[in-house]
């Protein structure tokens, strides 16, 4: 893997709805503001300059705020400087482009790049490379197509996002794809082109997640240090599958006489409020209906500080989404000697080695899920060995410091056809030869 770096270079992050200020585990907060987080810092420690722009939503937070070193994180006025939601924000982008390339233009030292996160952050990346001439590389993190798929008539975004994302496809000077499941994708449904797909995944930091005595962290969270344990951790929203857990947990008492605890972490408050999550209102009347509500706990929503905590007290960590493009939480699960269960789709299936460091099950099949929990907690032996065989496994292929360093060598790779670029620019109209134009057709103004 290359390290030679041009220069130390300022990059522009674009991440609209995603801040890495916000607080992770509420409904409109999650992986990508981890990615977002993570990555910046990490490659602001290998010499770059980061800014993070992202919608201004909060009056109490300034204009710039000097987060880390080496990077800012910049508010955008784009709309009312209050939350809301990411499915309304696309007739925002014309002025979040307006006022980000004002702040571009009255920077004293150049952009030398865009990473824009997301496809609205795409088409303001598109925008200003058309205004102001700088090269953009985007990951979408999630696909308008793969999301209609999955929850149909419930997707509230604009029909138009299907039209930005060919658009921002079409301009982009390459697209960072999360997994092989969503390279796949970008391929069969939109007719990306091949050339300028690269995977790249996301990532743990093994300084925030690590292996600690299950008694010790059992003991730090106040949960019986007996009895087997199982842990869901994530948004409280329906495609997340946490009704899948609870559902496999029922079947366990009935079909294979195991009890288990689960613990169920996440929510839109500290405490877990129904009435401020309403998942949880459902869930915990799936848990009455299944006859495990005395087995099932909700913690609300945790800080990630405590995380490992959860992660170690678990005897193995289950997430059984719908679809997912990635999934942050099997990395981190896996960071701290858990075995994993977890839905075969998106990054999932790509992450969790199945039967190695856990196993991949149909989403959606309680009893499937049920089947794999069972062979695990009757099996100590086999739990060890796949804890231990996925702690080897992240700390090899996913910390975030690979994954900048990956991503930092797709910037100059980048920057470095675009300097090429411009000098073939340059010397054709030294010669008085036509510029080349691009055969791109562009879906979308």
Known sequence: MRRHYITKQKVAVISEHASPLTVVGGVEAGGQNIAVAELTQHLARSGYQVDVFTRWDDPDQPEIVHWQSGVR???????PVSYVIKEEMLPMMDEFTKHLTWFMQNEEEPYQLIHAHFFMSGLVAANIKRILGIPFVVTFHALGEVRRQYQGSCDRFPKERLLVEQRVMAEADRIIALCPQDRDDLLTLYGADPQKLTIIGNGFNPDEFFPLPPDTARTQLDIPTTGPVILQLGRMVPRKGVDTVISALGVLKR???????????GGESADPDSSKTPEIARL???AMTEGVADQVTFTGRRGRDSLRYYYSA???????????????TPLEAMACGTPVIGSNV?????????QK???LVPPRQPKALAERLSVLLTNPDLMHRMGQRALRHVQQHYTWHQVACQTADLYQDVLS???LATRLREERQQHGLPALVSSNKLALR
């Open 284 to 286: 915990q009347q799936l």
């Open 357 to 359: 460091t856990g196993f």
């Open 73 to 79: 994180v910049i508010h955008v006025k784009a709309g």
């Open 346 to 354: 998106g990054g999932i299936k790509h992450t969790v080695r199945d």
């Open 314 to 328: 678990a005897d193995v960590f289950v997430i059984t989404p719908w679809y997912e493009p990635f999934g942050i």
């Open 255 to 265: 079909d294979y006489k195991l009890s288990a605890r689960l613990l169920v972490v």
């Open 417 to 419: 056809n675009s300097h």
